[in-house]
């Protein structure tokens, strides 16, 4: 207990100690904290689904599921809910199968954990996610990461790497959970290609927003494993891979996290479906929403990597992060400070995460708070 004590002290005096917000009520593009409304700028529900009491009545009057799966798919935990979900996702990406996993986390922990084995090797982008860090780690293998969108260093590590192994996988998000950097996805079909590797692209920040398909970035036929979430833009729970059938069905059998977990309530896979199928339309109406307002806000920011609708505005300093957080949260916008671990040593930042319900004017006015601190 006492080295837990001292390590908690240790965060606290570096200004990384994390505490959990005593959020009370969510409303559209709005936050309550001890009976307080605050501008969101920290939600990853992109296209304001979750917060539409419209919607949630509109479902609810026509639905009634379980509440509890009650068990692992492999046992009795699965249900029509689950196949034609999954059924209509392969569909929607032009692939041969689709697995439902809990989270975004446990996806990409079960992906790569199962696919990458002994004389096997990741090429990881260095500012991955941390369920794809992870899932390298409970991996068999081994895990090179290349300079972030470097691709020049990828492939001189490909070209002095690449023979020593069996069996390859290049990983990369489409849009970067901290940088709202986009991935060049065809310079990586090209490398992924010239050195007989699979690639691997996590979709979780733009599936629900971007193509036609609202797919994302990556829906290329050569991507041969993209995973993405619910939870975000569609406004759920839940995330999925899609892939060819004998991948899923490698999954189906050495994937842990999908095979030792109780799967989700059928009710959140079928408002899922529903949004997908029956709600599409208003989906896209969303989607084109926060697109517009993504690039008047684009504008209006300089000095950033994003090319998105997440903002970095990186601070440095811990202290000077959340002494600005604060700041921020005293004019009515709640905007945490990003601190390590999530972010490299040097870089905190405010993330500003655009949705759909954003106002321009509550932009302007953040930029001007942060611009005159």
């Known amino acids: 207990m006492e080295r837990i004590k001292e390590e908690l002290k240790t965060l606290e005096a570096s200004g990384q100690l994390r505490i959990i917000p005593k959020i009370e009520e969510k409303l559209d593009g709005n936050l309550v904290i001890n009976g307080k409304i605050y501008k969101n700028f920290a939600s990853n529900d992109y296209l304001g689904i979750s917060t539409k009491t419209e919607l949630r009545r509109?479902?609810?009057?026509?639905?009634?599921y379980q509440m509890s799966s009650a068990s692992a798919r492999?046992?009795?935990?699965?249900?029509?809910e689950f196949i034609e979900l999954e059924d209509i996702l392969a569909k929607m990406f032009k692939k041969e199968a689709a697995l439902i996993f809990n989270t975004g986390y446990q996806c990409n922990l079960g992906v790569i954990s199962a696919l990458c084995g002994k004389n096997d090797v990741v090429f990881s982008d260095k500012l991955?996610?941390?369920?794809?860090?992870?899932?390298?780690?409970?991996?068999?293998?081994?895990?090179?990461?290349?300079?972030?969108?470097?691709?020049?260093?990828?492939?001189?590590?490909?070209?002095?790497?690449?023979?020593n192994y069996k069996r390859a996988i290049i990983i990369s998000e489409s849009i970067f959970s901290m940088d709202g950097d986009i991935a060049n996805i065809e310079k990586l079909i090209e490398l992924k290609n010239k050195y007989n590797c699979l690639l691997m692209v996590?979709?979780?920040?733009?599936?629900?927003?971007?193509?036609?398909?609202?797919?994302?970035?990556?829906?290329?036929?050569?991507?041969?494993?993209?995973?993405?979430?619910?939870?975000?833009?569609?406004?759920?729970?839940?995330?999925?891979c899609v892939a060819n059938n004998e991948i899923i069905s490698y999954l189906i059998n050495k994937s842990r996290s999908f095979i030792f977990s109780t799967s989700m309530p059928p009710i959140n896979i079928a408002w899922t479906k529903w949004l997908l199928t029956e709600k599409f339309n208003y989906l896209k109406a969303q989607s084109k929403k926060l697109v517009n307002i993504m690039k008047e806000t684009h504008t209006l920011v300089t000095n950033t990597p994003s090319e998105s609708h997440i903002i970095p505005i990186v601070i440095g300093a811990n202290d000077k992060t959340l002494e600005l957080a604060e700041l921020l949260r005293s004019q009515g916008y709640y905007i945490p400070a990003i601190r390590p671990p999530t972010v490299p040593q040097g870089?905190?930042?405010?993330?500003?995460?655009?949705?759909?319900?954003t106002k321009i004017e509550d932009i302007k006015q953040v930029l001007r708070i942060i611009h005159e601190f």
């Open 128 to 163: 991955n996610h941390a369920s794809i860090i992870d899932g390298m780690r409970l991996s068999e293998g081994d895990f090179i990461r290349y300079k972030h969108n470097n691709y020049e260093d990828l492939e001189k590590l490909l070209k002095s790497k690449r023979r």
């Open 202 to 240: 996590d979709e979780a920040h733009a599936f629900g927003i971007y193509g036609d398909g609202l797919t994302g970035i990556s829906n290329y036929k050569d991507v041969d494993i993209i995973t993405a979430t619910f939870g975000k833009a569609i406004g759920s729970f839940g995330a999925f």
């Open 74 to 80: 492999l046992l009795t935990g699965t249900s029509n």
């Open 58 to 64: 509109d479902f609810f009057n026509k639905y009634d």
């Open 347 to 357: 870089t905190s930042r405010l993330r500003i995460s655009l949705t759909a319900d």
